[in-house]
Each structure stands twice: as structure tokens, then as C-alpha cells.
């Protein structure tokens, strides 16, 4: 299993990431850590009417953290913010091609998730926080 | 077959029910994560079956005769632990859940009274983190500080630094790791000890990592306070021992409020039990501790100066052969006589999670992760490391699985 696991692609965005680095001028930055492992996220974003116009993030950690944090900068990238509301655990395990994750390195792949929904629901909370609110308790965990 | 020196392995691992268990499918258990819990002989989950299905029942308090028999279990275990560590009474052992639990206890009846604002607490970058975050609950509470002794690149202690920090008329308390669970580094305890003593500081020894690996005597080392845990030395979880010299013991507060730990309560004051069992509040883990005195048992039938020669002998061997893998960092003393049978490293860009990943394909348990010693990870300059570990049972072919597997990692991530 392994073997499908560090396929080309989880190696390709473990060793050269996409939107990796800073933002000048983000409108959010939000940062988690998986106390378990130690894998580090921060993204951070630019909004321009209600779309994602920039992502970038910083991090260090295992190869599907990263990987998995470089794949889905790319696949929310110049959407509406309020889709991230609809993003759940088998949308990132899809978008990564790892349905068969095991409990202990799920958490792994689904980080970058959870610190992009954070950066989504704090975005929302210093514009309307009535309404963050709502999307707070519309969002699906995963 | 390769010649195991010390002890009779392949005896020794007919006693563990447990590594016969396949992983993955077909995979032989390789278990090489003892430095976080160890597996359990047969005599020990019987000492449990045994209690539970003969004479399972409440102590020191009722008259009948299975109550007696558990009563009389449960304090041989005490007189075994107090040996097994040469203590020079039973009644300077207390029994908690585990050794963090010990460490809160130390922290709480004897760290309160004692630790006022500005004294100082010191440990060391090594620590885990049951020996660093009582401290800072402490330390934030009395407005105290908590400073570190450092750890040079090759694991060792600061031993300049600490003699230095110690001549401040401040430090109330040095709480230092006997061996790190990271770098495997044997601190020269009695040194330490020596040099607190001298400005009358006393001194808390983690034995956690030390006392299930090598023979360990409180009164030789002259430490005031020592813990470590059963389960790191093939007894139960939850059980966990707290040593702590009589003079100092007949001083400390308590610390869990309850039965057991009473002689009389009244409606405006209570006269607390003696010694051991003032610490002792509630009814305690019996059947584990009854477990314990079995393991204790069998290690000592093994023999603690084999255990040692046992995981020296293993310990270079694998050290020899990890260094000889394209990629490999390792972390550490490099000479085995002053380190367990602790071994952790990084290699090339692999983290250590996803090794762990591979190695569990092949049936190997590894350890990845910061291994509750942040501080450490800190200091290394790496978020995390893969750690292997080994006990009584393991061989030096286990060492060639894990050798195998490490270069399948390397094929796989194509270094």
C-alpha cells in the first residue's frame, strides 16, 4: 500500500509545492498543527469579491500534509470563498487520490482543510459576524 | 544465525504471546517502539487473569479472605519495587497511574510548600514533556522560573552550564531525565546529584526511560525523588511508581484527597494515613500493580545487567548498520556505553511519519513524531525524528528486517 501511497504526484507537490510562501497583503492568515505528528500549516489569503484571488501556505511535515496542502491551494484557487464551506474529508482524499487513508494519517491529509476553513470562518467573522455565524454552523467538518 | 550474547532471546520470546502476531496480512510483528510501552510476558497477563477470576476484591479495609489475599498481592509488589530499586524502606514507594502522574505529585505536595517567587527550577532540553509542563504550571503559579541546561550536537549535558546555574542561591529543585527517550543519552546522574547536593538542592531522577534497561539504585545514585512507569518495563499500564526519601516524604503535603488516604475524618479536620498511603487516596489500580510484582519478577530473573549488556550489544549493532545508509541522520551519543537502546534518526527528506507508514507495510512499529520532547526537537532543529527502541526480545535479524525496510523507503522516494 505504500507503494501507492508515495505515488509521482504526492513526491512532485511534497518536493516542489505550489503556492508556497508568503502573501503580501492577505486578507487572512490562519495557522493549526496536528499535535499528534507536529505537521504545520499556515494559509493565507487574498479575497476579491467573494472569490479566492490568491492562496499561498507555509508548513512543514510529512509528505502528505504538504502534498496535500500544494493540491488544494491549486483546487481552490480563483473560486468563491463559500465553496470551501462545502469541502469535506472525501473531496480532499479524492482531490489527493488516497481514499484508503488509516485513521492515524487522515489527520495528515486533512490539516490543510481544516486551517483553510478557520482562515474562511475568521474572513467572514471580521466582515459580518452574524452571518459567520451562519457559515461557521453550515460548514461540514469532516 | 548470528550469536545473541547476553541473553537467550529466542527463550525469552516464547514468553511474549504477542510476537507471534502478523501484521498486514503475513507480516511477523517486528516491534521496535519499546521506548513507549513494552509488551507483556505471559506470567504477567496471567498475574491479572488470575486476580480478576480468584480473588479480585477491595484492600487494606475488609476482613475476608480474598481481601487479604489481594491486600498481601498488592504490598508484595511494593516490597518488590522497593528492592528491585534498592530503596531502604517499602513505605518510600508510592503508587500513581504512571510516572507524568508522579512527576505532578512531586510538583504539587512537595513543589508548592517549598518553591516561592523568583527560585528557580531547573531541567534540561532533553526532558519530556511530563518532566517540563509541571514545572511551568508550577513556576507560572509561584511567579518561579524554569531554566534549562543545554545539550550539545552530540547529546551530551552541559555539564559546565549546569555547575555554573546550580551556584545561584535560587534553584529550589534540579528535575532531570536519568536517560532521554529521544537521544538515549545516560546522563552522569550521580554526578549531578552530587554537585545539587552540595548546595543542599535535592534532585528528581526520570527514571521512566532508565530504571526498565538497566540496574538502578536510589541509594548508590543519592537521588531524593525518582519515577518511571510499569508499562516501559513489561508490566501493566497504569501504574506508574513515585520513590521519594523517607525525610523528605514525612514532610509532604498530600496530594489526591480521599479514602485510603485517611486514618480519622471529622466534620472540621482530618488526620491523614501513613506513609505510603497518605499518597495513595482512592481505591488504587490493584490488579496492575499486581501485575507489576510479576514483571518485576521476571526481570529480575532475566537479570537488569543483562538487559543492559543485551541492549548495548544491539543498540551498536544497529547504530553500525543505520550509519551505513545512504541518507541517514543520526541523533545522539555515538559511543553505545553512554546511551540505551534508543536510536533515532531522519533520513535525506523522508519525514518521519511517512517512514513510520512504510515501516508498518512490513510489519515494523516504529516511533515518528516529536516524542513529547519539543523542546528538544528545538534544539536539533528538526519538527520531528523516527525513533526505534529495543527491548529483551528483540534480535539483531528484527535489525535486518528494519535495515530492509528503510532502504525500500529510500527506493520508494528516490534517494
Redesign the interface.
Known sequence: ???D??REII?DH??NPRNKGKLEHADVSTHDSNP?????IDIHLKVEQGKIKDIKFEG?????SQASASMLTEMVMDKPLTTVKDLAKDDILENIGLMNLGPA?IK?ALLSLKVLKMGMINYYTDKDPESAKKIQDDSKLY | MIQESALDVFKIREDFPILKRKINGNKTLVYLDNAATTQKPIIVINAILDYYMNYNSNIHRAVHQMAEEATLAFESTRQKVAKFINARLADEIIFTRNATEAINLVSYSWGRPNVNKNDMIVITEMEHHSNIVPWQILAEEKGATVDYIGVDNEGYLDMTAYEEIIQSNKVKLVSISHMSNVLGTIVPIEKVIAKAHNKGIPVLVDGAQSVPHMPVDVQRMNCDFLVFSAHKMLGPTGVGVLYVKKEILDKMKPFIGGGDMIKEVHKHGTIYNDLPYRFEGGTPNIADVIGFGSAIDYLNKVGMENVRQHEIDITSYAIKAVTDVKGITLYGPSNPNHRGGVVSFNISDIHPHDLATIMNEQGIAIRSGHHCAQILMERLDVSATSRTSFYIYNTKEEVDIFINALNHARKLFKI
Open positions: 500500500m505504500s507503494d501511497i508515495y513526491l511534497y518536493r499528534l505528528c507536529g505537521d504545520e512543514r511535515g510529512c509528505a502528505i494519517r495528515c
